[in-house]
């Protein structure tokens, strides 16, 4: 049986063997063999080191065995041959039989056949295995402190993690906006009168983002959920992420805001209170998208009597009994002596000055009372004592309350009794402050038990030394 030859010669730097050596030996063989010689392809290195593609002598030959051109490829090596395992692959599937003339394969013999299919199988593995750990390597790219290698590029970098200079001053404009009182919608409209474009517009039908990263001309505005989405990347503050979320890794990349202030607009996006401004509505119940449901973690909503996880119906609890458990726990909280240090943010010297400075000056009132109390001093001293230390404890809340910008927690703090302020404040008010003071995960109560448990109500506090 005469088969029809294609040989494969490839000009490589770690081979020393040149392609005039290689067709000569190639030949040989072939004429041993009584073959008919069909083809001779010939790379040099550099076409072998890019991928295979259109152009090269490797593609026209894996193109004439597909036609059914040639039954054998020759070539000296594996090595010459493939440069990795799984290139084995397409040619194998183009039916052509393979023969080195070191022997390490012969597909022209049923051993042969036996041994290359094994090491097309190893192929298919390592190439599996090898964009595992690809993917892999990426992660932990990302989440080792590499801004991004591969994949999407974030706004504000270049593909090689530096700065994009005209994307950084948008991505910086919106945190400051936003720090200065901006909200989504009215940033993401600014910038869009002004002809900013973003860099990938959402489509029409699902709101994501198009996959080729062209703006669409109709749909080269805003969305205020781009502006919330940068809002809410720590990467821009220089911390490394792990899907989303915060590794507690520093990035190696520079970073566009300073952590504070990233820190502040979370804070700040958190505040139901913005939410509420935004829409102008009231809410009526204390919990109503507020309160998380355990499995999905989607806020409930209200039905009836309820609270009702109306993502995946997990959960469905009376609204009053869970509500009086938490109103309970916040008050029990809020009563703690603890309370104005805990939640004095350890990051921030100036309100931790003004913090105890407030602590201070309320230690000297009850100090001065007592000794008013004791006949230490006489009424007139005490109401003048009590006057200047009340005055500067007035000064110094308010400082501290434009130091802490204003979030939910600094007026509670300032009260001299935080849980009189927190009873007697407006449902809204309320919610702003248990939403910066904790989590409430509802789990489900005993099917036909009439009976509170406490732990079907889970409390996560947000400031765990507290
Ligand atoms: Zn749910």
Same mark, same amino acid.
């Given at each position: 049986m005469s088969l029809r030859a294609a040989v494969y010669l490839r000009q490589s730097l770690d081979v020393s063997e040149g !392609?005039? &050596?290689?067709?000569?030996?190639?030949?040989?063989?072939?004429?041993? &063999?009584?073959? $008919?010689?069909?083809g001779e392809y010939a790379d040099n290195d550099t076409s072998a080191s890019k991928e295979r593609g259109d152009g090269t002598a490797w593609a026209r030959m894996l193109g004439d065995f597909r036609a059914g051109k040639a039954d054998v490829v020759v070539a000296t090596d594996l090595d010459r041959l493939v440069r990795r395992l799984e290139e084995l692959i397409p040619l194998t599937a183009a039916g052509a039989k393979v023969l080195t003339l070191d022997g390490e394969i012969d597909l022209t013999t049923a051993d042969g056949e036996f041994r290359a299919t094994m090491l097309t199988g190893i192929a298919r593995f390592e190439a599996k295995r090898k964009s595992e750990r690809q993917t892999r390597a990426n992660e932990y790219r990302r989440a080792a402190g590499k801004l991004f290698k591969g994949g999407v590029r974030l706004t504000g970098y270049t593909q090689d993690g530096e700065e994009h200079e005209t994307e950084a001053a948008v991505v910086r404009r919106i945190f400051e906006e936003f720090v200065a009182g901006g909200t989504l919608r009215g940033i993401a409209a600014r910038l869009s009168e002004e002809g900013v474009a973003p860099r990938r517009a959402p489509s029409v039908r699902t709101g994501r983002p198009r996959k080729n990263n062209k703006p669409a001309r109709e749909f080269a505005s805003w969305p205020p959920s781009s502006v919330s989405s940068i809002l809410r990347n720590p990467r821009y503050a220089g911390r490394a992420t792990f899907e989303k979320v915060a590794t507690g890794v520093t990035g190696q990349w520079t970073a566009l805001v300073d952590e504070a202030t990233f820190d502040l607009v979370q804070i700040k996006l958190a505040d139901p209170r913005r939410k509420t401004n935004q829409t102008g509505t009231s809410r009526k119940y204390l919990g109503s998208g507020l309160w998380e449901c355990y499995l999905c973690h989607v806020p409930v909503t209200t039905t009836g009597e309820r609270y009702w996880c109306r993502a995946g119906g997990h959960v469905a609890r009376s609204m009053r009994k869970v509500d009086q458990y938490v109103l309970a726990v916040v008050c029990a909280r809020l009563a703690s002596p603890e309370l104005a240090r805990a939640f004095t943010p350890t990051d921030d010297e100036g309100v931790r000055r003004l913090?105890?400075?407030?602590a201070a000056? #309320? $230690? #000297? !009132?009850?100090? $001065?009372?007592?000794?008013?109390?004791?006949? @230490? !001093?006489?009424?007139? #001293?005490?109401?003048?004592? @009590?006057?200047? !230390?009340?005055?500067? @404890?007035? &000064?110094?809340?308010?400082? #501290?309350?434009?130091?802490?910008?204003?979030?939910? $927690?600094?007026?509670? @703090?300032?009260?001299?009794?935080?849980?009189a302020f927190f009873k007697g404040a407006s449902i809204d008010r309320q919610r702003a402050i248990i939403s910066e003071l904790l989590t409430v995960r509802l789990h489900k109560a005993l099917r036909g038990s009439k009976i509170f448990r406490e732990e079907s109500v889970e409390i996560l506090w947000h400031q765990p030394q507290f």
């Open positions: !392609i005039d &050596r290689q067709r000569e030996r190639c030949l040989a063989l072939v004429d041993s &063999r009584n073959w $008919t010689l069909v913090a105890s400075e407030a000056l #309320r $230690t #000297r !009132i009850a100090s $001065t009372e007592a000794d008013y109390d004791n006949g @230490l !001093i006489d009424g007139i #001293r005490l109401s003048t004592s @009590l006057a200047k !230390i009340r005055a500067e @404890l007035l &000064r110094v809340e308010r400082e #501290r309350a434009r130091v802490s910008d204003g979030s939910a $927690t600094s007026d509670l @703090l300032g009260a001299s009794d935080p849980v």
